[in-house]
């Protein structure tokens, strides 16, 4: 079993940063594929980034790509998702998730965190 916690999000105004933080336990963190996906009212849940064990960084969704920048500390067992440059559209749920290797579909996790709000205002 692996447990994440997400934490960072919060209210910002557009133009401000926040870095999300996800916490893993249980389960060795070693070898993992991380990766954030993101949930806004009334669409399917998307896709934002993965990175693997070793620090690569697969598949920034377009819209994020110069913005937002995943990172790992393997030592702490925790992945970050810093964003800058917020905008109303990145309003949203935003949720890690834990697997073998990085996908960009939800199918290809088996852990997920529980979600932390993120809402950008105008």
């Known amino acids: 079993q692996v447990q994440l916690v997400e934490s960072g999000g919060g209210l910002v105004q557009v133009g401000a940063s926040l870095r999300l933080s996800c916490a893993a336990s249980g389960r060795t963190f070693r070898s993992s594929a991380m990766a954030w996906f993101r949930q806004a009212p009334g669409k399917e849940r998307e896709f934002v980034v993965g990175i693997t064990w070793s620090g690569v960084r697969t598949g920034y969704l377009d819209s994020v790509k110069g913005r937002f920048t995943v990172s790992r500390d393997n030592a702490r067992n925790t992945v970050y998702l810093e964003m800058n440059s917020l905008k109303p559209e990145d309003t949203a749920v935003y949720y890690c998730?834990?697997?073998?290797?990085?996908?960009?579909?939800?199918?290809?996790?088996?852990?997920w965190g529980q979600g932390t709000q993120v809402t950008v205002s105008s």
């Open positions: 998730a834990y697997g073998s290797k990085v996908a960009t579909t939800s199918d290809g996790y088996s852990y």
